[in-house]
């Protein structure tokens, strides 16, 4: 199983353009997230998911939008990239919200915006 | 806004000794989660223990909960040099599985 891969690992990217960042798992969760990691602080929900088909904002959306269209893949775009989005972005999975909760994270993209 | 805070931010010990971290938290919680991150690379997770609950074991892993408190304590027993690493308490006060984490004990085991 490779759980969850993250494409791409890297980019550097200009202000204004814009990218997607692609989160695929392959365990059959039911919820999916995405995050940011800014250095000195914990992670921060950026967007989330419990289905195909759903999408809801977390703490920091503002500047991303998100899709689910496939239950195994959550995509993260950014559409007109600011500096303040330089940051290391994890997706993770989690299976079920009563008893396996524990989250299942990619290895991350690191994002540099110039 | 961070929910879990760790304590201490920073922890530099030898080989072979234990090391303690401390998450304090402000909210009512469904469960509280453990993860390190070595440096580069994403979380893993180590250890759940839920709300109803007060002391866990995982190997050399130990974590308790004292909800009347707030707190959690994760301790490492007979640390190794593969044990250094970012360790991050996060907590669970939904039911749609949203992570609220602290901004991580930095531990660093020299041989």
């Not at chain 1, 494409?7 to 960042?21: A, D, E, I, Y």
């Not at chain 1, 991303?64 to 500096?83: I, M, T």
């Amino acid at each position: 199983n490779a759980g969850v891969t993250q494409t791409p690992k890297f980019r550097v990217l200009k202000t204004g353009q814009s990218m997607t960042l692609l989160c695929a798992q392959d365990m059959n969760h039911e919820y999916m997230y995405w995050y940011r990691q800014d250095p000195g602080m914990g992670l921060r929900l950026i967007h989330y998911s419990v289905g195909e088909g759903t999408t809801a904002k977390g703490e920091v959306p503002d500047g991303y939008n998100v899709s689910r269209l496939k239950k195994q893949n959550f995509l993260l775009g950014l559409e007109s990239a600011a500096p303040s989005q330089t940051s290391v972005y994890f997706c993770a999975s989690v299976l079920d919200r009563e008893f396996h909760t524990e989250a299942f994270f990619g290895q991350g993209t690191r994002l540099t915006v110039v | 806004s961070q929910q879990g805070e760790e304590d201490p931010q920073a922890l530099s010990i030898q080989e072979g000794e234990n090391a303690t971290m401390n998450c304090s938290y402000k909210t009512s919680i469904n469960n509280l989660q453990w993860y390190r991150q070595n440096s580069g690379r994403g979380l893993v997770h180590l250890i759940l223990i839920r709300s109803n609950e007060r002391e866990k074991h995982s190997g050399r892993l130990r974590v308790t909960l004292d909800t009347s408190k707030k707190s959690s304590s994760l301790l490492i027993t007979a640390s190794r040099a593969a044990d250094t690493a970012s360790y991050f308490c996060a907590l669970l006060t939904d039911s749609w599985g949203k992570l609220q984490f602290g901004a991580g004990t930095q531990v660093v085991v020299t041989p």
